[in-house]
Nanobody, 129 residues
């Protein structure tokens, strides 16, 4: 079974930065679209960013575009989310997810959490004002 483990969360002041990591198991880590989602208390899980198998194609939610950067290093079986200019609205548990597709395809499927097969346990990000 594929295992994903997030790390790098914590408490940060508004305007600060954090880098989240998602370490994956399995020899096919570099073959599929992966994404980051987040869930704030009392809210539904929402899409943050996605990246195709090679790392050459990315997509961001409007709320984080220009502030967050998704990347991956398939040789290390690791995906990253660099988060800059954080604000309190970014406070949430951040989840790493892996799909079974290699490319986005243009129909926004990668923004829907039910399209992902494997999930990490999440890492808490708290941004204070």
């Amino acid at each position: 079974q594929v295992q994903l483990v997030e790390s790098g969360g914590g408490l940060v002041q508004a305007g600060g930065s954090l880098r989240l990591s998602c370490a994956g198991s399995g020899r096919t880590f570099g073959s599929t679209v992966m994404g980051w989602f987040r869930q704030a208390p009392g809210k539904e899980r929402e899409f943050v960013a996605a990246i195709n198998w090679s790392g050459l194609t990315t997509y961001y939610a409007d709320s984080v575009k220009g502030r967050f950067t998704i990347s991956r290093d398939n040789a290390k079986n690791t995906m990253y989310l660099q988060m800059n200019t954080l604000n309190p609205e970014d406070t949430a548990v951040y989840y790493c997810a892996r799909s079974l597709r290699g490319t986005m395809g243009g129909n926004s499927w990668y923004t829907r959490d039910r399209e992902y097969e494997y999930w990490g346990q999440g890492t808490q990000v708290t941004v204070s004002s």
